[in-house]
């Protein structure tokens, strides 16, 4: 028989110990060494048996075990101690406690979040930037009120079949077994979250706090008694369900976590936030519950749009269209409008914000976008690649002009670098992870003591990969007879080299198997071998990305390689901190350029690993030819197949040629001197770069600061400046058609312009109903291509000189003729108001009718 319900009965700790459940339930113990070893030390057999999860070592220990643990004074003072440094750590003043003008506090909202695996709530990359963000957040004092979805079978765990197919199973989550917390209010009543659906339906949810270090985040979870059957089932898996399941979710985690704030800060009277942060797509709905909220109260759709915009950050994760949440329009049609319509929000405004160039389709990216002043990608190339993606929302802008910046990803050191290295670092380096300062230090570490460290995590993956690969084995049905050669698969001193990521098909998982005898040499090598660990999960709809995993399974299932090759169920973070840590080169070969940052390489790298990549993602902007390898890529080949074999065989030229020889060319007392120059060089041109630190730093600098002071200037005075703003913007775009630009004409430089000397420039502008004060004027100027497109722009905002009755603008500039060569300049007219964030903000520009600009050809 099988029980209709699973719960988890808590242990009563004896009063002595109560600050052990103090510990247990922040998570901060998932980055933080010295109280695991504490709790270690209250079973250490029991503590091995449930994985290393604290609330499963709680559940689990003999009551009789807590009772000598209160009388045990040495524990209790290392108890004491541990609470104290977790108190201190929760209100000392940090990094943000010295920034003036900074938000008062941030919303942070994401689909899915990687803090440890005792709490799986993830299922890849941009879940695991995510808990890193919080982490990163809390160590640096950054106010951030976290949102997710609490789903109660996770995202599924891997096995394998005989055949080497991917087999997902969804073990059942009971809240009660994790480290989370029921919201409750003053009398003790659970918070429930009501979202309206139609056909008279309601949507219900409960809210979990997880504290991860200083950072509450809040989980909604729909499995309560007042929903029907489908309503329960909105949180039941991590991207499963088909269009209406997804919709669900997508609705719970924006319109129903900006509630579950709304009732958190009223509970425990936490700041309110003056900044959101969406975080892809998924939780685009919370702006117009944000919109909601201020139209029910004092202002207009537009007047609502505007403060709601200046206070929001949008992160888009994604390089391609087909990674985009889009719904068809009647769905949202019919989920904001008829019965279930919002009064002050209109179901047709809501459809234009989410409006994109095909017809019939709502895409939550494009409404992210149109409901945030500010937008990033997450690398400098996938900056470039969404602004390219994204242009048309502001037509007749340049590319660099489309207002989609970047803040390049960072990984949280203390989660994923080995105990071992940072004991090292705190030795030696004390500021080096806490302030990301003096990583030139990194050249004083001794060659040996480096090796020494790099051999013990390389050997403890070996053992843990044994561990792993003889459990796969026998689920898929061999018996312990079979098994005898996994004593001996893979070897602590063999070059190991490390794949482990979701399993899309540009990914190129089996790009490795392109050539197999190649890669049989390279693994079989007498002299210098190469042994490879894999690990992914694919989409459970993803038969393509199946397929991969079992053309990787079949390959390293043969006799005589399956000692240098394994593929490792079940890719978790527990899995992730044992291959970053191990592995001396982080293998990643995606097609360019559709990997938005990647951060398992950086995670490698703060490991002493060396990276073997295509220049994709992070990549791209932080390689410097000598602190790894660039696999080269053929962008130009068409022919996906022709691609796929030039840049394997470059891969296994890489590997055979440089890679292997550096790792085993040995000074003679035995140490791989030149392999491990790379190794500082590494560390001391990446660690401060890939740090989640670094990120957040550059996260409150450049987007949460300025939005915290953009919200303020829009709410002030009863939200006087966003009605006017809101009211000028609907201005300016119904007078927009009136405004040319009607006559440009140079002169100053003679028939043969030189190099220093400078093109007086005046323009006149129709304004049609509009001011000059509407308006900024700008000569562009610069290098032109054959076609008279101009090269990187440089901009001078022209003078007014004067304006007539009938409604024309008379502008001047001189514009400097700095370089020699094919030089042109152009004249455009654009919106211009101090709340603007960016020129192309509106998607308005005003440019010449005609082509001008040449300067009688080219500078001397």
């Known amino acids: 028989m099988r029980a209709i319900r699973r719960f988890t009965v808590r242990t009563v700790l004896p009063t002595e110990l109560a600050a052990l459940g103090e510990l247990v339930h922040n998570l901060r113990w998932s980055w933080h060494p010295e109280t695991t070893d504490l709790f270690s030390e209250v079973d250490p057999a029991v503590w091995e048996r449930v994985g290393h999860d604290p609330v499963a070592l709680l559940g689990a220990v003999d009551p009789a075990r807590l009772r000598q643990l209160a009388g045990d004074r040495r524990f209790l003072r290392r108890l004491a101690d541990a609470a104290d440094d977790l108190r201190e750590y929760m209100t000392a003043p940090r990094w943000y406690q010295t920034l003036n003008e900074a938000a008062d506090a941030i919303a942070y909202f994401s689909p899915e979040y990687g803090i440890a695996a005792a709490l799986p709530q993830y299922s890849g990359g941009l879940g695991i930037l995510a808990g890193d963000h919080l982490k990163a957040a809390s160590d640096l004092g950054v106010p951030i009120l976290a949102v997710g979805l609490l789903y109660r079978h996770g995202y599924f765990t891997q096995s394998l079949s005989p055949e080497g197919w991917q087999l997902e199973h969804y073990p059942s989550l009971d809240p009660g077994g994790l480290p989370l917390s029921l919201l409750k209010d003053e009398e003790g009543t659970a918070v429930h979250i009501r979202i309206g659906l139609p056909d008279h339906r309601a949507l219900h949810a409960q809210v979990w706090v997880a504290q991860v270090g200083r950072v509450p985040l809040l989980l909604l979870d729909s499995d309560v008694a007042d929903n029907d059957a489908a309503a329960r089932d909105v949180t039941d898996r991590l991207y499963g369900g088909g269009t209406d399941h997804r919709l669900m979710q997508e609705l719970l985690l924006g319109v129903g976590g900006v509630r579950a704030i709304r009732a958190y800060c009223q509970i425990t009277g936490h700041p309110e936030p003056e900044v959101f942060h969406t975080n892809e797509g998924h939780a685009g709905f919370l702006g117009l519950e944000r919109i909601r909220e201020l139209t029910e109260s004092r202002l207009t759709f537009d007047e609502a749009l505007e403060a709601v915009r200046a206070g929001t950050v949008f992160t888009t994760h994604t390089p391609v269209p087909a990674g985009i949440d889009r719904f068809p329009s009647d769905m949202i049609e019919r989920q904001f409008g008829g019965d279930n319509a919002w009064p002050t929000v209109p179901v047709e405004r809501i459809l234009a914000l989410g409006a994109e160039q095909e017809p019939g389709r709502f895409n939550m990216a494009i409404m992210g976008m149109r409901l945030a002043q500010r937008v990033n990608g997450v690398s400098e190339l996938h900056g470039e690649v969404s602004r390219e993606m994204f242009k048309e929302l502001w037509p007749g802008f340049d590319l660099h002009e489309v207002p989609i910046g970047s803040i390049t990803n960072g990984v949280h050191a203390p989660t994923w670098v080995g105990r071992e290295i940072m004991e090292l670092a705190g030795r030696e380096l004390p500021s080096l992870i806490d302030k990301a300062q003096g990583w030139e230090g990194v050249q004083k570490i001794s060659d040996s003591d480096i090796w020494s460290i790099r051999g013990h995590l390389r050997e403890r993956l070996v053992e843990a990969a044994r561990v792993r690969l003889r459990r796969s084995w026998r689920d898929r049905g061999a018996s312990d007879a079979e098994l005898t050669w996994v004593d001996d698969a893979l070897d602590p001193d063999v070059l190991t080299i490390g794949f482990a990521r979701r399993v899309p098909s540009y990914k190129r998982l089996t ?101 073997l990549s295509i220049r994709d993602g992070w990549w791209d902007e932080w390689y410097d030819g000598t602190n790894g390898w660039a696999i080269p890529t053929a962008d130009g080949v068409a022919d996906p197949d022709r691609r796929d074999e030039l840049e394997a065989a470059a891969l296994y030229d890489l590997i055979e040629h440089e890679v292997s020889d550096r790792f085993y060319d040995r000074a003679p007392d035995g140490l791989p001197r030149r392999w491990l120059e790379m190794v500082r060089h590494t560390l001391t041109s990446l660690g401060p770069k890939v740090l989640a630190g670094r990120m957040l730093r550059d996260y409150v600098v450049d987007l949460y600061t300025p939005a915290a002071a953009s919200a303020r200037a829009l709410s002030g005075d009863s939200f006087a400046p966003a009605k006017a703003f809101a009211a000028w913007r609907l201005r300016v775009a119904k007078a927009w058609p009136g405004v040319r630009v009607e006559h440009v004409e140079s002169s100053g430089v003679g028939d043969t312009p030189e190099v220093g000397a400078a093109l007086d420039l005046r323009a006149t502008i129709a304004l049609g109903e509009l001011e000059p004060s509407d308006l900024l004027v700008q000569a562009a100027y610069g290098k032109v291509g054959p076609h008279d497109e101009l090269l990187n722009p440089s901009y001078l905002t022209m003078t007014l000189e004067g304006a007539n009755d009938d409604g024309k603008a008379h502008y001047a500039g001189k514009v400097p003729l700095d370089s020699t060569g094919a030089f042109g300049y152009t004249v455009r007219a654009v919106p211009c108001q101090p709340l603007m964030a960016a020129p192309a903000e509106l998607g308005l520009i005003a440019l010449p009718e005609e082509p001008v600009g040449m300067t009688n050809g080219t500078l001397r």
């Open 511 to 611: 790009l490795m198997l392109r050539d197999p005898v190649r890669l049989r040499e390279l693994l079989l090598d007498p002299d210098k071998p190469v042994q490879i660990l894999i690990a992914g999960k694919a989409h459970p709809a993803d038969e393509g990305g199946k397929k991969l995993i079992q053309q990787i399974v079949r390959f390293a299932d043969e006799e005589d390689v399956r000692h240098r090759i394994v593929f490792l169920p079940d890719y978790d973070m527990a899995l992730g901190q044992l291959l970053v840590q191990g592995c001396d080169v982080w293998l990643n070969n995606p097609l360019r350029p559709l990997e938005a940052s990647g951060t398992s390489g950086m995670k490698s790298a703060l490991n002493g690993g060396l990276n």
